[in-house]
Protein backbone atom coordinates (compact mmCIF):
# COMPACT_ATOMS: atom_id res chain seq x y z
CA UNK A 1 0.00 0.00 0.00
CA UNK A 2 1.51 3.09 -0.98
CA UNK A 3 1.78 6.64 1.67
CA UNK A 4 -1.66 8.22 0.16
CA UNK A 5 -3.11 12.19 2.25
CA UNK A 6 -6.47 11.67 3.42
CA UNK A 7 -7.19 14.21 0.40
CA UNK A 8 -5.75 11.53 -2.26
CA UNK A 9 -8.64 12.20 -5.11
CA UNK A 10 -7.92 9.45 -8.03
CA UNK A 11 -10.09 9.81 -11.31
CA UNK A 12 -10.64 6.01 -13.33
CA UNK A 13 -11.88 6.13 -16.72
CA UNK A 14 -14.55 3.15 -16.44
CA UNK A 15 -15.36 1.22 -18.95
CA UNK A 16 -18.26 1.06 -21.62
CA UNK A 17 -20.67 -2.09 -20.86
CA UNK A 18 -22.71 -2.82 -17.82
CA UNK A 19 -21.60 -5.72 -17.20
CA UNK A 20 -17.82 -4.36 -16.96
CA UNK A 21 -19.08 -1.04 -15.09
CA UNK A 22 -20.13 -3.09 -11.97
CA UNK A 23 -17.27 -5.39 -11.70
CA UNK A 24 -15.44 -1.95 -11.23
CA UNK A 25 -16.82 -1.68 -8.56
CA UNK A 26 -14.60 -4.59 -6.82
CA UNK A 27 -11.60 -1.69 -7.73
CA UNK A 28 -13.68 1.16 -6.30
CA UNK A 29 -13.95 -1.07 -2.85
CA UNK A 30 -9.91 -2.00 -3.17
CA UNK A 31 -8.75 1.58 -3.28
CA UNK A 32 -10.91 2.24 -0.16
CA UNK A 33 -9.58 -0.34 1.65
CA UNK A 34 -6.07 0.23 0.73
CA UNK A 35 -5.51 3.78 0.55
CA UNK A 36 -6.40 6.22 2.35
CA UNK A 37 -10.07 7.91 2.41
CA UNK A 38 -9.70 8.36 -1.28
CA UNK A 39 -11.74 10.43 -3.38
CA UNK A 40 -12.56 8.43 -6.64
CA UNK A 41 -14.56 10.10 -9.48
CA UNK A 42 -15.28 8.04 -12.50
CA UNK A 43 -15.34 9.44 -16.03
CA UNK A 44 -18.25 7.38 -17.67
CA UNK A 45 -20.66 7.21 -20.69
CA UNK A 46 -23.49 9.18 -19.42
CA UNK A 47 -25.97 5.64 -19.29
CA UNK A 48 -24.23 4.58 -16.15
CA UNK A 49 -24.44 7.82 -13.91
CA UNK A 50 -27.09 6.25 -11.83
CA UNK A 51 -25.67 2.77 -11.73
CA UNK A 52 -22.22 4.87 -10.34
CA UNK A 53 -24.49 6.46 -7.42
CA UNK A 54 -24.84 3.19 -6.21
CA UNK A 55 -21.87 2.34 -5.59
CA UNK A 56 -20.97 4.09 -2.28
CA UNK A 57 -17.21 4.45 -3.16
CA UNK A 58 -17.92 6.61 -5.88
CA UNK A 59 -17.30 10.47 -4.94
CA UNK A 60 -18.94 11.66 -8.73
CA UNK A 61 -19.92 10.22 -12.09
CA UNK A 62 -18.29 12.47 -14.57
CA UNK A 63 -20.26 11.89 -17.82
CA UNK A 64 -18.27 11.70 -21.36
CA UNK A 65 -20.79 12.28 -24.18
CA UNK A 66 -19.01 10.58 -26.93
CA UNK A 67 -20.45 7.67 -29.20
CA UNK A 68 -18.95 3.98 -28.88
CA UNK A 69 -16.39 3.63 -31.16
CA UNK A 70 -16.02 7.48 -31.43
CA UNK A 71 -12.64 9.45 -30.92
CA UNK A 72 -14.32 12.68 -30.14
CA UNK A 73 -11.11 14.33 -29.79
CA UNK A 74 -12.28 17.36 -29.10
CA UNK A 75 -14.62 16.49 -26.51
CA UNK A 76 -12.19 14.73 -24.87
CA UNK A 77 -9.37 17.56 -24.68
CA UNK A 78 -12.37 20.06 -23.34
CA UNK A 79 -13.17 17.18 -20.41
CA UNK A 80 -9.53 17.02 -19.52
CA UNK A 81 -9.00 20.62 -19.49
CA UNK A 82 -11.86 20.93 -17.35
CA UNK A 83 -10.66 18.47 -14.78
CA UNK A 84 -7.35 20.18 -13.68
CA UNK A 85 -8.72 22.16 -11.58
CA UNK A 86 -9.21 18.75 -9.35
CA UNK A 87 -5.80 18.23 -9.61
CA UNK A 88 -5.66 14.52 -9.38
CA UNK A 89 -3.24 12.78 -7.80
CA UNK A 90 -3.67 9.67 -10.14
CA UNK A 91 -5.56 8.12 -13.10
CA UNK A 92 -6.76 4.64 -13.50
CA UNK A 93 -7.53 4.05 -17.16
CA UNK A 94 -9.26 0.58 -17.44
CA UNK A 95 -9.98 0.77 -21.29
CA UNK A 96 -6.73 -0.88 -23.05
CA UNK A 97 -7.64 1.82 -25.97
CA UNK A 98 -5.61 4.72 -27.05
CA UNK A 99 -8.84 7.07 -26.85
CA UNK A 100 -9.77 6.54 -23.82
CA UNK A 101 -5.98 7.79 -22.10
CA UNK A 102 -6.43 11.01 -23.14
CA UNK A 103 -8.65 12.54 -21.00
CA UNK A 104 -6.55 12.01 -18.30
CA UNK A 105 -3.64 13.61 -20.73
CA UNK A 106 -5.60 16.16 -21.55
CA UNK A 107 -6.46 17.04 -17.50
CA UNK A 108 -2.34 16.81 -16.69
CA UNK A 109 -2.73 14.34 -13.53
CA UNK A 110 0.89 13.29 -13.18
CA UNK A 111 0.61 9.17 -12.57
CA UNK A 112 -1.57 7.69 -15.38
CA UNK A 113 -1.84 3.82 -14.46
CA UNK A 114 -3.07 1.34 -16.85
CA UNK A 115 -2.12 -1.58 -19.46
CA UNK A 116 0.65 -1.29 -22.68
CA UNK A 117 -1.78 -1.23 -25.13
CA UNK A 118 -2.46 0.23 -28.57
CA UNK A 119 0.92 2.96 -28.80
CA UNK A 120 -0.26 4.58 -25.25
CA UNK A 121 3.52 5.04 -24.28
CA UNK A 122 4.13 8.31 -22.75
CA UNK A 123 0.34 9.15 -22.58
CA UNK A 124 0.08 6.25 -20.32
CA UNK A 125 3.06 7.05 -17.85
CA UNK A 126 2.61 4.09 -15.01
CA UNK A 127 2.52 1.22 -17.64
CA UNK A 128 1.71 -2.22 -16.31
CA UNK A 129 2.24 -5.61 -18.13
CA UNK A 130 -0.84 -7.26 -18.60
CA UNK A 131 -0.08 -11.46 -17.84
CA UNK A 132 -3.16 -12.67 -18.67
CA UNK A 133 -2.20 -16.09 -16.91
CA UNK A 134 -2.82 -14.88 -13.85
CA UNK A 135 -5.27 -12.03 -14.30
CA UNK A 136 -7.28 -14.00 -16.19
CA UNK A 137 -10.84 -12.36 -15.38
CA UNK A 138 -11.54 -8.93 -16.45
CA UNK A 139 -12.20 -8.24 -12.71
CA UNK A 140 -8.25 -9.40 -11.56
CA UNK A 141 -7.44 -6.99 -14.03
CA UNK A 142 -9.43 -3.98 -13.10
CA UNK A 143 -8.68 -4.78 -9.29
CA UNK A 144 -4.91 -5.26 -10.12
CA UNK A 145 -4.65 -1.55 -11.81
CA UNK A 146 -5.20 0.16 -7.97
CA UNK A 147 -2.81 -1.86 -6.39
CA UNK A 148 1.34 -1.54 -6.70
CA UNK A 149 3.22 -2.80 -9.84
CA UNK A 150 2.94 -5.95 -12.33
CA UNK A 151 1.17 -9.00 -10.51
CA UNK A 152 2.63 -12.39 -10.37
CA UNK A 153 -0.72 -13.41 -8.58
CA UNK A 154 -4.13 -12.68 -9.35
CA UNK A 155 -5.18 -10.24 -6.49
CA UNK A 156 -8.33 -10.65 -3.97
CA UNK A 157 -11.72 -9.60 -5.44
CA UNK A 158 -13.88 -7.71 -3.09
CA UNK A 159 -17.76 -8.72 -4.49
CA UNK A 160 -19.81 -5.46 -5.98
CA UNK A 161 -22.81 -4.48 -3.77
CA UNK A 162 -24.78 -1.88 -5.41
CA UNK A 163 -27.06 0.56 -2.82
CA UNK A 164 -31.04 -0.82 -2.63
CA UNK A 165 -33.25 2.24 -2.34
CA UNK A 166 -36.39 0.87 -0.79
CA UNK A 167 -38.32 4.50 -1.92
CA UNK A 168 -37.08 4.15 -5.10
CA UNK A 169 -38.43 0.42 -5.46
CA UNK A 170 -41.69 0.80 -4.25
CA UNK A 171 -42.07 3.37 -6.74
CA UNK A 172 -40.99 1.20 -9.11
CA UNK A 173 -44.15 -1.21 -8.04
CA UNK A 174 -46.42 1.75 -8.15
CA UNK A 175 -45.67 2.60 -11.51
CA UNK A 176 -45.63 -0.66 -13.33
CA UNK A 177 -48.23 -1.81 -11.28
CA UNK A 178 -46.50 -4.82 -9.64
CA UNK A 179 -46.93 -7.10 -6.24
CA UNK A 180 -44.86 -9.02 -4.41
CA UNK A 181 -47.45 -11.46 -2.90
CA UNK A 182 -45.96 -14.30 -4.28
CA UNK A 183 -42.62 -15.56 -4.93
CA UNK A 184 -40.51 -13.61 -7.62
CA UNK A 185 -38.25 -15.48 -10.30
CA UNK A 186 -36.82 -12.65 -12.78
CA UNK A 187 -35.69 -13.84 -16.34
CA UNK A 188 -32.93 -11.61 -18.23
CA UNK A 189 -33.14 -13.87 -21.61
CA UNK A 190 -31.08 -11.09 -23.94
CA UNK A 191 -27.46 -10.77 -24.04
CA UNK A 192 -26.37 -7.95 -26.25
CA UNK A 193 -22.74 -9.87 -27.64
CA UNK A 194 -24.82 -12.13 -29.97
CA UNK A 195 -26.95 -15.38 -30.48
CA UNK A 196 -24.44 -17.88 -29.18
CA UNK A 197 -25.19 -15.90 -25.41
CA UNK A 198 -28.60 -16.81 -25.42
CA UNK A 199 -30.70 -19.43 -23.79
CA UNK A 200 -33.14 -20.57 -26.21
CA UNK A 201 -35.95 -18.20 -25.47
CA UNK A 202 -38.19 -20.72 -26.13
CA UNK A 203 -36.98 -22.51 -23.08
CA UNK A 204 -37.39 -19.59 -20.77
CA UNK A 205 -40.65 -19.54 -21.66
CA UNK A 206 -41.20 -23.16 -20.94
CA UNK A 207 -39.62 -22.41 -17.73
CA UNK A 208 -41.46 -19.70 -16.75
CA UNK A 209 -45.09 -21.76 -17.33
CA UNK A 210 -43.75 -24.33 -14.99
CA UNK A 211 -42.46 -21.96 -12.22
CA UNK A 212 -46.43 -20.13 -12.54
CA UNK A 213 -47.37 -23.77 -12.44
CA UNK A 214 -45.94 -24.13 -9.13
CA UNK A 215 -47.21 -20.74 -7.39
CA UNK A 216 -44.66 -18.58 -8.41
CA UNK A 217 -44.47 -15.31 -11.06
CA UNK A 218 -42.16 -14.18 -13.55
CA UNK A 219 -40.44 -10.80 -14.32
CA UNK A 220 -38.91 -9.99 -17.57
CA UNK A 221 -35.87 -7.71 -17.24
CA UNK A 222 -34.38 -6.33 -20.73
CA UNK A 223 -34.07 -3.72 -22.66
CA UNK A 224 -36.67 -2.49 -25.33
CA UNK A 225 -34.47 -4.46 -28.22
CA UNK A 226 -35.45 -7.37 -26.09
CA UNK A 227 -39.13 -6.71 -25.82
CA UNK A 228 -39.63 -8.93 -28.54
CA UNK A 229 -37.92 -11.78 -26.19
CA UNK A 230 -39.96 -10.88 -23.11
CA UNK A 231 -43.56 -11.18 -25.15
CA UNK A 232 -42.26 -14.58 -26.36
CA UNK A 233 -42.24 -15.92 -23.08
CA UNK A 234 -45.54 -14.05 -21.58
CA UNK A 235 -48.92 -15.44 -21.75
CA UNK A 236 -49.81 -15.36 -17.87
CA UNK A 237 -50.98 -12.74 -15.82
CA UNK A 238 -48.12 -14.34 -13.43
CA UNK A 239 -45.31 -13.77 -16.53
CA UNK A 240 -44.84 -9.85 -16.39
CA UNK A 241 -42.83 -8.33 -19.84
CA UNK A 242 -40.84 -5.20 -18.13
CA UNK A 243 -38.24 -5.42 -21.54
CA UNK A 244 -37.94 -1.34 -21.88
CA UNK A 245 -40.37 -0.57 -19.55
CA UNK A 246 -37.77 0.08 -16.49
CA UNK A 247 -34.22 2.05 -16.37
CA UNK A 248 -31.09 0.53 -15.42
CA UNK A 249 -31.76 1.31 -11.52
CA UNK A 250 -35.05 0.09 -11.70
CA UNK A 251 -33.81 -2.85 -12.57
CA UNK A 252 -31.33 -3.18 -9.41
CA UNK A 253 -34.36 -2.69 -7.25
CA UNK A 254 -36.65 -4.26 -8.26
CA UNK A 255 -34.14 -7.91 -8.84
CA UNK A 256 -33.63 -7.12 -4.74
CA UNK A 257 -36.99 -8.12 -4.57
CA UNK A 258 -36.13 -11.58 -6.56
CA UNK A 259 -36.06 -14.68 -4.70
CA UNK A 260 -33.83 -15.77 -8.15
CA UNK A 261 -32.61 -15.06 -11.38
CA UNK A 262 -32.30 -16.84 -14.17
CA UNK A 263 -29.94 -15.31 -16.63
CA UNK A 264 -27.49 -15.41 -19.88
CA UNK A 265 -23.75 -14.17 -19.48
CA UNK A 266 -25.11 -10.48 -19.54
CA UNK A 267 -24.53 -7.21 -18.28
CA UNK A 268 -27.73 -7.93 -15.96
CA UNK A 269 -26.47 -11.16 -14.77
CA UNK A 270 -23.86 -9.00 -12.64
CA UNK A 271 -26.64 -6.21 -11.84
CA UNK A 272 -28.28 -9.11 -10.41
CA UNK A 273 -25.40 -10.96 -8.41
CA UNK A 274 -24.69 -6.94 -7.22
CA UNK A 275 -27.93 -6.43 -6.12
CA UNK A 276 -28.11 -9.61 -3.62
CA UNK A 277 -30.55 -11.97 -5.56
CA UNK A 278 -29.60 -16.08 -6.25
CA UNK A 279 -28.04 -16.28 -9.87
CA UNK A 280 -28.48 -19.12 -11.52
CA UNK A 281 -25.86 -18.09 -14.85
CA UNK A 282 -26.62 -19.97 -18.50
CA UNK A 283 -23.17 -19.94 -20.37
CA UNK A 284 -22.59 -20.86 -24.24
CA UNK A 285 -20.10 -18.98 -26.55
CA UNK A 286 -18.59 -17.33 -23.61
CA UNK A 287 -16.30 -18.84 -20.32
CA UNK A 288 -17.64 -18.21 -16.46
CA UNK A 289 -14.00 -17.93 -15.49
CA UNK A 290 -13.49 -15.15 -17.49
CA UNK A 291 -16.27 -13.13 -16.34
CA UNK A 292 -18.62 -14.94 -13.60
CA UNK A 293 -20.84 -13.63 -11.29
CA UNK A 294 -19.39 -12.04 -8.56
CA UNK A 295 -21.60 -13.46 -5.51
CA UNK A 296 -21.42 -16.61 -3.53
CA UNK A 297 -25.27 -16.96 -4.30
CA UNK A 298 -24.51 -18.05 -8.11
CA UNK A 299 -25.03 -21.47 -9.28
CA UNK A 300 -23.02 -21.58 -12.82
CA UNK A 301 -24.65 -24.03 -15.79
CA UNK A 302 -22.32 -24.51 -18.25
CA UNK A 303 -20.98 -27.76 -20.25
CA UNK A 304 -18.09 -27.53 -21.26
CA UNK A 305 -18.10 -28.81 -24.48
CA UNK A 306 -15.02 -29.07 -26.62
CA UNK A 307 -16.02 -26.17 -29.02
CA UNK A 308 -16.30 -24.19 -25.87
CA UNK A 309 -15.78 -21.58 -25.07
CA UNK A 310 -15.37 -20.32 -28.78
CA UNK A 311 -16.21 -16.11 -27.95
CA UNK A 312 -18.22 -15.77 -31.08
CA UNK A 313 -21.33 -13.87 -31.64
CA UNK A 314 -23.10 -17.01 -33.47
CA UNK A 315 -22.24 -20.73 -33.71
CA UNK A 316 -18.95 -21.12 -35.77
CA UNK A 317 -20.47 -25.25 -35.82
CA UNK A 318 -24.13 -24.01 -36.77
CA UNK A 319 -25.61 -25.73 -33.52
CA UNK A 320 -25.49 -23.93 -30.62
CA UNK A 321 -25.31 -26.52 -28.18
CA UNK A 322 -23.51 -25.20 -25.59
CA UNK A 323 -27.01 -23.69 -25.47
CA UNK A 324 -29.28 -26.02 -26.70
CA UNK A 325 -28.71 -29.60 -24.59
CA UNK A 326 -29.37 -27.29 -21.28
CA UNK A 327 -32.85 -28.24 -21.02
CA UNK A 328 -35.13 -26.39 -19.25
CA UNK A 329 -36.17 -28.95 -16.55
CA UNK A 330 -32.71 -29.17 -15.32
CA UNK A 331 -32.76 -25.18 -14.72
CA UNK A 332 -36.16 -25.78 -12.96
CA UNK A 333 -34.33 -28.42 -10.39
CA UNK A 334 -31.73 -25.71 -9.83
CA UNK A 335 -34.53 -23.56 -8.73
CA UNK A 336 -36.59 -25.94 -6.65
Known amino acids: ?34 RNNPVIDVV ?29 LG ?18 VLPRS ?12 LRRTGYRGEMRYGIINDSRRLDKRVLYRTVQRFVALGQEGDKDIAPAIPQPHLAIDSQHRQACLDKLGLNTDKPIIAMMPGAEYGPAKRWPTAYYAELAHWLVERGKQVWVFGSHKEA ?37 DSGLMHVAAASGTRVIAIYGSSDPNYTPPLTDKAQ ?18 GHTNCLNDIKPESILARIE
Open 75 to 92: KRRALGHALRVHRYDQAI
Open 98 to 109: FKAALVPWFARI
Open 300 to 317: IVYLNLDCSPCFKRDCPM
Open 1 to 34: MSDTSPSERILVIGPAWVGDMVMAQSLFMTLVQQ
Open 44 to 72: APKWSLPLLARMPEVHEGIPLSVQHRELG
Open 228 to 264: SLGDAIAGSDDIVNLCGKTELVDVVDLLSLCEQAVTN
